[in-house]
């Protein structure tokens, strides 16, 4: 019903920026947040970044003043600019689309992740 397709991922060293995308399409009514979420191996997957349908934003701790997270309403699209990149950046960066369903209930749906390498 909803399909979210990144891009953006990539290798790049420490200190330098990468640019994330995610373009939702399908059934997107009714959003109430989009937003990137990262997984590193062995680790548990963890908020980063959300935007609220009202562009209200929320971060992680460990990206506050690095990250930036902004929206398309037009294009149903999400963006994560990621400045000074550090390698404990490293992840797999995963889409998320939250929104309103039928009876009060809200469902979630995910990207199939883009890899983020930063070397040192």
């Known amino acids: 019903q909803v399909q979210l397709v990144e891009s953006g991922g990539g290798l790049v060293q420490a200190g330098g920026s990468l640019r994330l995308s995610c373009a939702a399409s399908?059934?997107?009514?009714?959003?109430?947040?989009m937003g990137w979420y990262r997984q590193a191996p062995g680790k548990q997957r963890e908020l980063v970044a959300v935007?609220?349908?009202?562009?209200?934003?929320n971060y992680a701790d460990s990206v506050k003043g690095r990250f930036t997270v902004s929206g398309d309403n037009a294009k149903n699209t999400v963006y994560l600019q990621m400045n000074s990149l550090k390698p404990e950046d490293t992840a797999v960066y995963y889409c998320?689309?939250?929104?309103?369903?039928?009876?009060?209930?809200?469902?979630?749906?995910w990207g199939q992740g883009t890899q983020v390498t930063v070397s040192s």
């Open positions: 998320n689309l939250n929104r309103r369903v039928l009876r009060d209930a809200v469902a979630d749906y």
């Open positions: 399908g059934s997107t009514f009714s959003i109430n947040t």
């Open positions: 935007i609220s349908s009202g562009g209200g934003t």
